[in-house]
């Protein structure tokens, strides 16, 4: 059993760097999944909006202090088709509970706020927000 979870510890580790970790230190094998990997496409990013939990979410902004790095990626940037995926971005961003609490965060935490303003954006153009594997807090924008 432990050869499996070890095996399966190594493929994780190879598909997904930084979003595994063991603990060594217990008298068994502890797997966890770092469930802060940042969206990599667009159509990930849309997913992640359409989640309906956002205590993560803000859980990160009120971590958010003036020594947190903050890295913006506009959701344009992102690998995929913005294009093909610009109504279901729409339709998301219209009237999104889920974004109202996520912005409303942001503006309450004058840190990020400061920050966000210094790179030309607004709260309102906060799509998501995720903790990277490094610690930094990547905040989606439109753009």
Partial sequence: MQRTAVLTL???AALAPGAVTAQADSPGLSLSLDATAAPLTYAQLLADMAQPDVAPALAAI???TA???????TASSLAGSP??????L???NAGSARLDALRAAVTANAALMAKLGAAGYEAADVLAVQPDAEGALVVYVEG
């Fill in 10 to 12: 190594v493929m994780l």
């Fill in 62 to 64: 009120g971590a958010v």
């Fill in 67 to 73: 020594d947190t790095e903050v890295r913006f990626a």
């Fill in 83 to 88: 294009d093909a995926n610009d109504s279901a």
């Fill in 90 to 92: 729409a339709r998301i």
